[in-house]
């Protein structure tokens, strides 16, 4: 069982940064991979950001260039570093960890653009 802890939404103007932390309660050496999706009000669950446990990343395309996926293995986080934030980026943002049995996701942190 995995249990994820994510931190570090609120509310942001356009513009700003934000940064999301998603601590795993299992070794994230144990983990596939994990990742960021999100959803806005009436929209489907998209990804955001995903990083294998070799460290490869992958981006969903309205974020490249924009958002960073990193991770500390000693803290088993994973971080999303969110520049030149825009207000469709208004979403609940959930953590994602996949194993080689399941996938679990984190309770969502709210990140707010608007001015």
């Known amino acids: 069982q995995v249990q994820l802890v994510e931190s570090g939404g609120g509310l942001v103007q356009p513009g700003g940064s934000l940064r999301l932390s998603c601590a795993a309660t299992?070794?994230?050496?144990?983990?596939?991979?994990m990742g960021w999706y999100r959803q806005a009000p009436g929209k489907e669950r998209e990804l955001v950001a995903g990083?294998?446990?070799?460290?490869?990343?992958y981006y969903g395309d309205s974020v490249k260039g924009r958002f960073t996926i990193s991770r500390n293995n000693a803290k088993n986080t994973v971080y999303l570093q969110m520049n030149s934030l825009k207000p469709e980026d208004t979403a609940v943002y959930y953590c994602?960890?996949?194993?080689?049995?399941?996938?679990?996701w984190g309770q969502g942190t709210q990140v707010t653009v608007s001015s």
């Open positions: 994602n960890a996949v194993t080689v049995n399941n996938a679990y």
């Open positions: 299992l070794s994230i050496f144990s983990i596939n991979s």
């Open positions: 990083i294998t446990s070799g460290g490869s990343t």
